[in-house]
């Protein structure tokens, strides 16, 4: 890789690091297709498994290879030839391929891992790097537990590495245990006293212990890495790892950090799905970017002022992140604003609603639901049409005979912006015969286009919604009618589009 100095690769570890969450694993052919994905998203490494660790992983690491053109294929070891071996193996299908090798650089590892010495686990290091050298050119080196290791000491290590043959060096915080300011000193440190830091990239690969991976990861960037290890979601053992899309979009976010990436970050939203539905790892919804309450907003002040200007209270654009578009939820808590945001969107014209009286019972509702969706609206909406228009037509007496051997009629009486007319009309059915008893009275060509009826409540109370896609002088309009009896449902969808032009 070129040493672009504003250049961040990006190193996935998904299908290593984020596969080791028990209840996780993958099959090869899974793994092809969220490799295939991360290509297409424009990750710069795909760190494809441990191969010594089981035949399963050695095989999805050989796949993988053969897959994946672009990126980078990385293979993960232990400081030991064996381990070496299996993965050089493991990547001879790989067009550009790594091995990914390394070992403790704590004091605590070093004791009570290793049982060795500082100067017995150096030479170690050097000695696997020099060894991974002969099967590939890449050769990336991690020091694990970097953040709790000794500046000095860690500095040491890097400098032999990279003089060894390291082409980039990984300082983990393998722990998630330093604070922002520490990790970024920790890595400024490197910058300033490994005197052939120039010869390698320096990568950070920080754990979520303590929540703050994503910060540690950018404040490692600021003082000087070069390569960001990351997962989808941010999974990963105990409690995760760096989330990819945070770190994305935080760089494209702050500009001035002077620092990009070659992600196309439309494709986070799919991809976080995919690796969520393969590994049955459900997303949660407050997660940053991703979750579904990201760019959801339920508070009446921010719906007002997302809907006004977006950047109000959203800094990312949705659809830079796969989404369509924010959700306005509406609830008890939400305004006028947003009410009428979605009576729009529904195809209502809202100069002709009396929409402080259709808030007013859209609330009393809301008091009771924890969410209003759709069908809560257009019930609202048919169930007092009389009152949510300014003018327009609304149904006082609706009565129908219909039977063998009876012909279907309907006998009807409409208020027509403030003047009742009635009308009697017979019909292929009972709802044929209203709809040409309200079509008599508004003298009018209007024509159906499409007519659904769905019942959405079970039992003896069944609800029908009705769907009717009207025509009238060249243009369409749709409306809605709810109610236990299908024919008063069918005229209220009726007259709700009716009442959308008349």
Not at 55 to 83: H, M, W, Y
Request: proline share 3%.
């Amino acid at each position: 890789m070129l040493h672009d100095p504003n250049r961040i690769y990006i190193f996935d570890t998904t299908l290593r690091d984020g596969e080791q969450v028990p209840g996780c694993q993958l099959t090869t052919s899974e793994k092809i297709e969220i490799a295939l994905r991360l290509e297409a998203l424009g990750v710069d490494v795909i760190e494809a498994g441990f191969p010594v660790s089981s035949p399963g992983d050695f095989q999805s690491v050989v796949e993988l290879s053969k897959a994946v053109t672009e990126p980078i294929i990385c293979a993960l070891t232990r400081a030991n030839k064996n381990d070496i071996d299996v993965a050089a193996d493991s990547l001879k299908y790989a067009k550009r391929p790594r091995i990914h090798t390394g070992i403790g650089a704590s004091d605590m590892h070093i004791k009570y891992k290793f049982n060795s010495t500082r100067e017995a686990i150096l030479e170690r290091g050097v000695e696997a790097v020099k060894y991974a050298k002969q099967f590939v050119e890449d050769i990336e080196f991690y020091a694990e537990d970097a953040g709790r290791a000794d500046d000095a000491y860690l500095a040491q290590m890097v400098e032999a590495v990279i003089a060894a043959g390291a082409t980039v060096v990984n300082i983990p915080d393998t722990n998630g245990y330093c604070l922002p300011d520490q990790y970024g000193a920790k890595i400024k440190y490197l910058m300033d006293h490994v005197s052939n830091i120039d010869k390698a990239i320096i990568s950070v690969h920080c754990h979520n212990d303590l929540g703050l991976a994503t910060a540690n990861t950018i404040a490692g960037i600021q003082n000087g890495a070069r390569q960001a290890e990351c997962t989808i979601n941010g999974i990963g053992e105990r409690a995760g790892n760096t989330s990819l899309e945070e770190v994305a979009m935080i760089l494209r976010t702050h500009q001035t950090l002077n620092k990009h990436t070659n992600i196309n970050s439309k494709h986070f939203y799919e991809l976080s799905g995919m690796v969520s539905r393969m590994m049955r790892m459900p997303v949660q919804p407050n997660k940053a970017i991703v979750g579904k309450n990201a760019f959801a907003h339920s508070s009446g002040i921010h719906q007002d002022g997302v809907l006004k200007h977006r950047e109000n209270y959203e800094i990312i654009n949705p659809e830079d992140v796969g989404i369509d578009q924010s959700a306005i939820i509406l609830t008890a808590r939400s305004g006028r604003h947003a009410l009428k945001h979605h009576l729009e969107r529904l195809g209502y014209v809202i100069d002709k609603i009396n929409l402080d009286d259709v808030y007013d019972r859209f609330l009393t509702v809301a008091d009771k639901k924890k969410e209003i969706r759709d069908d809560d609206l257009l019930s609202l909406m048919s169930d007092a049409t009389e009152r949510n228009y300014k003018e327009g037509v609304t149904v006082k007496l609706l009565q129908v005979m219909c039977g063998d051997p009876l012909i279907p009629t309907s006998m009807i009486k409409l208020d027509v912006n403030g003047t009742l007319h009635e009308a009697v009309s017979s019909g292929n059915g009972p709802v044929d015969a209203t709809i040409k008893a309200i079509n008599s009275i508004l003298d009018k060509e209007i024509s159906i286009k499409e007519f659904h009826i769905d019942a959405i409540e079970g039992g003896s109370d069944d609800v029908s919604k009705v769907n009717m896609r009207i025509q009238y002088l060249d243009k369409r309009y749709n409306g809605y009618g709810f109610s236990t009896d299908i024919v008063q449902a069918s005229a209220k969808a009726y007259l709700d589009a009716v009442n959308k032009f008349i």
